[in-house]
């Protein structure tokens, strides 16, 4: 950035954790950063040609993960062994054991409401999650005026790369698409499938990470690298079976609190400060699982 080049930005980490001192850069090196990631090449698409204020809310979409058709009574009954292998499946995304983790506990779509608030200089109350469980709709704008834009397509990630690649620029490519059903069925018209997009609001107290992920970025500073530091310890004890999934939201708060009573939450931070915190989180994360194995 300080050599004067755009950015494709193919992580979350650098904005969540580094949104303080990255976000300002943008304008002072005069810079852009484009989105790889699904839901924030979504909305950058669908902000082309709205005007400066012209923006409403962001809505982030969201698949609901493996668990998203499992009540959470079930979910506390259900073995702790099946839980974890379970939440390394995703029914829509081919990914890695972590990012479908998060997916599984839906951090990751609270870990994008702090990238959309630093990429587009979004209040927390203008970002919205909405569950959608076919992910043909990767995000959406609602302008003003009411209008709602929506980026459509399939869940496969060569698109917003291209896109980011290739900006302004559309070009032509042999890729998946969600009207022609070469990949399921006639999606389109409703054959093979039943051709619906469906939405809902998550419930909040069956994925506890998505309040945490807004509860720290309204906090600022260093308090999002901690929960995302924090976050990726909490699933690496998690795979190691040191932890149970349904333990993941509470070593998260549990190591925010302590943030909090240890005065480690820093407002203006320096890139030394986000190292620090991002060190710090993932030490908290360890801290509280052994508390909470004792206590078992």
């Known amino acids: 950035m300080k050599a004067g080049k ?5 992580n979350k980490e650098t904005l969540i954790a580094g949104g303080p001192v990255i976000a300002p850069m943008f304008e002072q090196y005069g810079v852009s950063m484009l989105p790889v990631d699904s839901e924030h090449s979504a909305i950058f698409q669908c902000l082309q040609g709205i005007p400066k204020g012209g923006v409403k809310k962001i809505i982030l979409t969201g698949s609901g993960g493996t668990f998203r058709d499992v009540p959470l009574e079930e979910m506390r009954t259900m073995d702790p062994e099946v839980l974890r292998k379970r939440s390394t499946t995703h029914p829509n995304w081919d990914m890695g054991a972590k990012i479908t983790v998060d997916s599984s506990t839906m951090m990751n ?20 999650i909405s569950i959608h469980p076919q992910s043909i709709v990767h995000s959406a704008v609602e302008c003003q005026d009411t209008a709602v834009i929506m ?13 980011a690649l290739s900006h302004p620029a559309r ?13 399921f069925g ?16 998550p419930d909040l107290e069956k994925y506890p990470c998505i309040g945490l992920a807004y509860k720290a970025g309204r906090r600022g500073g260093t308090m999002p690298a901690i929960l995302s530091a924090a976050n990726e310890q909490a699933v690496e004890l998690l795979l190691t079976k040191v932890i149970d999934f349904l333990d993941i939201s509470v070593v998260l708060e549990k190591a925010m609190d302590m943030a909090e009573a240890e005065n480690k939450v820093v407002l203006e931070p320096t890139l030394e400060d986000i190292v620090e915190a991002d060190r710090w989180g ?13 206590a078992a």
């Open 6 to 10: 755009d950015i494709a930005l193919a």
């Open 109 to 128: 779509k609270g870990l994008e409401v702090i990238e959309a608030h630093w990429l587009y200089g979004v209040d927390y109350d203008d970002i919205e």
């Open 171 to 183: 070009v032509p490519a042999d890729l998946p698409n969600p009207r022609d059903g070469r990949d």
């Open 282 to 294: 993932r030490e908290a994360a360890t801290l509280v699982s052994k508390t909470l194995k004792t």
């Open 151 to 163: 980026q459509m397509g399939w869940p496969d990630m060569r698109l917003p790369i291209l896109y």
């Open 186 to 201: 006639d999606w389109w018209k409703g054959e093979g499938k039943d051709g619906k997009l469906t939405f809902s609001k």
